[in-house]
């Protein structure tokens, strides 16, 4: 034993002559602090962490064997929808393979969602992580987009009717929008050329920008530390309370964490991947037919909260976002000087022209762009004094609330069928769901919080 620790000490210090890898593992690990009450929230970054390299290891022994081509083979089926049967069918654990890929994307989300909800309970976003939260959102939409191109390749009923209605998006953008649409299809309609485009984008470019800008994150949050449930910055005290290093104490929490994660995701694989129809949709097991659309096309549920904002953007609707902007003009111009009012006016003008003559499909579009595009305004929305919802009054955690089952109802009408009953509740979450955002700097104004404590609580 001792001549084999002998032996890799001095292949360490070969090494170390060579590559800093025990400078980077002091810097990064056993001298890196950490605050010492993070609570079991913190454990999903680094899940997310490791479901994007499950994603990455995955997709690349699935891309060995699945074929881009929407053709007909002589059994009558599309030759992508034959190679994703072939996986499952033939190919050694290729059904182990495709079920780790597929319901991981789906427990993927769901971890980034309590990592993004993590951020809004304790504050995560506030000074000085912005860069992190913002770089944070760029991920986000990244996902969204390798998401869909990922759903679109296995060339089934709903995702081939699920990219129709996403392309056809863009051409209700004035001018430019038909021409966009083409462009992306590759064709009038959806078929071969927009199959190898989404091959392209969901193997290749998006997943090396989305490294990049995890890469990226990881940097900002190690260059500025890890916030803490009370929101108190430990790097500034000066009174000892340092933090503890990052190891051994918490890789054990996440060590564990992984554990107590493994347990329920191994069981969703093995027996129930497709999770009810939410995971794996029925109508997907259906090769895709471009001559007979499904009754209801809904997108995955991950996507169905947005969707559900850009259903709820009707002709009758409009009127809502354009008596906000009446209302955001007109405070303008009040509390503005006179060389500025004139300006305002011309801007409120032309905003009302655009919601009459613009169609409300543009709009809808708007919207749910929108609605991931402003999580970047969080960190200069919140004007709270404090961080964390620990010691935030009523008016923020009344807001949170309200947020949080916005998004949850949304999420489940975004995957029903519409009804008049459906798109008015869809509608006043549209409303909920933007109101947290843009009220946010009057009611964080208006809370009465309590003080942050001056050193961390255990």
């Avoid at 390798?146 to 081939?160: D, I, K």
């Avoid at 953008?173 to 021409?179: C, H, L, Q, R």
């Avoid at 955690?397 to 459906?422: D, E």
């Avoid at 109101?435 to 404590?453: G, H, I």
Wanted: glycine fraction near 8%; proline fraction near 6%; charged fraction near 10%.
């Amino acid at each position: 034993m001792g001549k084999l620790n002998s032996t890799l000490r001095r292949l360490l210090e070969w090494v170390d002559a060579r590559f800093p890898l025990s400078a980077l593992w002091r810097r990064h690990f056993s001298e890196y602090y950490v605050p010492r009450n993070l609570n079991f929230w913190y454990i999903f970054g680094a899940l997310a962490l490791l479901m994007l390299v499950l994603q990455v290891v995955t997709g690349i022994f699935l891309a060995m064997h699945y074929k881009p081509d929407a053709s007909i083979n002589a059994s009558g089926v599309p030759v992508a929808f034959a190679s994703v049967e072939v996986i499952m069918r033939d190919v050694p654990w290729g059904w182990l393979i495709r079920y780790l890929h597929s319901t991981g994307a789906s427990v993927f989300f769901v971890v980034v969602y309590l990592h993004v909800f993590c951020s809004l309970l304790y504050g995560s976003y506030r000074k000085p992580r912005e860069l992190v939260w913002l770089l944070g959102v760029l991920i986000f939409m990244c996902l969204m987009a390798v998401a869909f191109s990922g759903y679109v390749l296995s060339w089934g009923q709903m995702s081939y009717w699920g990219a129709q209605v996403i392309m056809n998006l863009f051409s209700t953008i004035p001018v430019v929008g038909p021409d966009l649409a083409i462009w992306l299809r590759g064709d009038s309609v959806v078929g071969d050329a927009t199959l190898g485009r989404c091959f392209a984008m969901h193997v290749i470019a998006v997943p090396l920008v989305l490294i990049g800008l995890v890469m990226l994150h990881v940097v900002a949050l190690r260059q500025v530390g890890a916030n803490n449930p009370d929101g108190v910055e430990f790097r500034k005290m000066k009174d000892g309370n340092t933090g503890i290093p990052f190891h051994p104490y918490y890789t054990v929490k996440l060590i564990l964490g992984l554990a107590l994660f493994l347990l329920p995701f191994s069981a969703i694989v093995f027996f129930m991947p497709e999770f009810g129809g939410y995971f794996l949709e029925y109508n997907n097991f259906i090769p895709a037919d471009p001559l007979h659309m499904p009754e209801f096309v809904a997108p995955m549920w991950y996507f169905s909260p947005f969707y559900s904002i850009l259903r709820a953007v009707t002709p009758d609707f409009v009127i809502v976002p354009g008596l906000a902007v009446t209302v955001f003009f007109f405070w303008v111009i009040a509390i503005s000087r006179s060389s500025i009012k004139f300006f305002a006016a011309l801007l409120w003008l032309l905003a009302m022209l655009g919601f009459y003559f613009i169609d409300a499909g543009f709009w809808g579009s708007v919207a749910m762009v929108g609605s991931v595009l402003v999580w970047g305004g969080l960190p200069w929305l919140d004007h709270s004094p404090v961080r964390s919802i620990r010691y935030k009054g009523f008016y923020a955690k009344l807001a949170l609330a309200f947020f949080v089952a916005s998004f949850l109802v949304l999420g489940y009408l975004g995957m029903q069928p519409p009804t008049c009953l459906l798109t008015l509740i869809s509608q006043a979450g549209t409303v909920v769901y933007f109101a947290f955002f843009l009220l946010m700097p009057v009611y964080t104004r208006m809370d009465k919080c309590k003080t942050e404590p001056e050193r961390q609580v255990a």
